[in-house]
Structure formats: structure tokens, C-alpha cells
T-cell receptor
Framework: DAKTTQPPSMDCAEGRAANLPCNHSTISGNEYVYWYRQIHSQGPQYIIHGLKNNETNEMASLIITEDRKSSTLILPHATLRDTAVYYCIVRATIQGAQKLVFGQGTRLTINP | KAGVTQTPRYLIKTRGQQVTLSCSPISGHRSVSWYQQTPGQGLQFLFEYFSETQRNKGNFPGRFSGRQFSNSRSEMNVSTLELGDSALYLC???????????FGPGTRLLVL
């Protein structure tokens, strides 16, 4: 499984863009980068995923470097409800099945 | 579309008992995965089912088992409960085993 490295915690002011980095230097060519977040021990919420190109949806943008060794999740206008633990995951596919390997994530705190 | 539902949401058991947790996937989803989350170990993969077949299993003892029914609903069972089994048990469903996983709210199990 490709491993990911994320800062344990980050702070961001409400209304500003939150940029969450993730390092995945051992990622394989056919592995996707997924981002989930978890609020107060609820079930993880899917945010976005990508392979090579940058992706954007209604929640966030995902910027993947050209060598695919790192990526950045961008929450363009952070609100207090974005306070959560954010997980960057490289999806591992083993013998045709899939599992998500979660690291410790980044605890993002949005400050008023 | 309704999301992933898990029942019960909270459960208290005593050591030595057994427990069965239920997961109803998003309509049309055929793959169901189970994860355990504890403060010490984080989120760990238990097993994954697709079309009533277990496709992959995590590194958990045989006391942890599961099954999937023809309507894609899944159950997991833990026998001979131990104190260390206290955790949040999360179920995730996806259209197919290669697709994005969406998580339910989890079942919080407390073993006394």
C-alpha cells in the first residue's frame, strides 16, 4: 500500500482558503488519491478524488503534482463546519478487491 | 437517495457476549466494506463483500465475521467480545468494488 504523510494539525481563519497538503511519494501509476473528512466521530464523508488531473467539485478542489508524489486539498472558503479530521488516502486494490488505508489525517480547525 | 444506514447506532455489551451489526448500503450499491475505528489504532479495514462473497479480509481474529445477503445488505458479527472490541464500527458501500466508498454513521459498541 502506498503510504501518505499529512501534517497532524492545521488552523485556518473562517472565510479563507484552507490548503491541506498530502505526500504520497510511493504512489503507483494506477492508484487514485482520495480525500475524506470525519466530523466528531461521525462516518467519514467523501470529498473528492483524482488520478492525474486537478479536480473540482462543489466541496473542494484537488491539486495533484505532475509527478503525482503529492497533492493539496483546497477548501476555497472555509466555514466553522469544515472543522474536522481530513484523511488523504491512496486507494489500494489487492486481488481485485479494494480497501481504504487510513492514516492519522490532519485535524483542521477553522477559527472565527 | 438514502445514504448508508447502520443499526443499531449504539450498543452496550459485556465481555464474552456476541454482537451482530447491520448495514444497509445505498440503493444499487453491491459492495460493502466494514471498518473498525478506535482511538489507538485509528480506522482499520475489516472485510469487504461483493455479490455475497467476501473479497478481502483485514488482519483481525476469526471472532470477527461477516456476510452479505442477496439484497446487498450486510451484517458483521463479533463473538466472545473483549474489552478491546469497544469501537466505532463503520460500514461503507460502493457501486462496485472499484468505485468510491460512502460511509454510514457507524455503530458505537461499548464492551464492559
Amino acid at each position: 500500500d502506498a503510504k501518505t504523510t499529512q501534517p497532524p494539525s492545521m488552523d485556518c481563519a473562517e472565510g479563507r482558503a484552507a490548503n491541506l497538503p498530502c505526500n504520497h511519494s510511493t504512489i503507483s501509476g494506477n492508484e487514485y488519491v482520495y480525500w475524506y473528512r470525519q466530523i466528531h466521530s461521525q462516518g467519514p464523508q467523501y470529498i473528492i478524488h483524482g488520478l492525474k488531473n486537478n479536480e473540482t467539485n462543489e466541496m473542494a478542489s484537488l491539486i495533484i503534482t505532475e509527478d503525482r508524489k503529492s497533492s493539496t486539498l483546497i477548501l476555497p472558503h472555509a466555514t466553522l463546519r469544515d472543522t474536522a479530521v481530513y484523511y488523504c488516502i491512496v486507494r489500494a486494490t489487492i486481488q481485485g478487491a479494494q480497501k481504504l488505508v487510513f492514516g492519522q489525517g490532519t485535524r483542521l480547525t477553522i477559527n472565527p | 437517495k438514502a445514504g448508508v444506514t447502520q443499526t443499531p447506532r449504539y450498543l452496550i455489551k459485556t465481555r464474552g457476549q456476541q454482537v451482530t451489526l447491520s448495514c444497509s448500503p445505498i440503493s444499487g450499491h453491491r459492495s460493502v466494506s466494514w471498518y473498525q475505528q478506535t482511538p489507538g489504532q485509528g480506522l482499520q479495514f475489516l472485510f469487504e463483500y461483493f455479490s455475497e462473497t467476501q473479497r478481502n479480509k483485514g488482519n483481525f481474529p476469526g471472532r470477527f465475521s461477516g456476510r452479505q445477503f442477496s439484497n446487498s445488505r450486510s451484517e458483521m458479527n463479533v463473538s466472545t467480545l473483549e474489552l478491546g472490541d469497544s469501537a466505532l464500527y463503520l460500514c461503507a458501500s460502493s457501486l462496485d468494488y472499484q468505485e468510491t466508498q460512502y460511509f454510514g454513521p457507524g455503530t458505537r459498541l461499548l464492551v464492559l
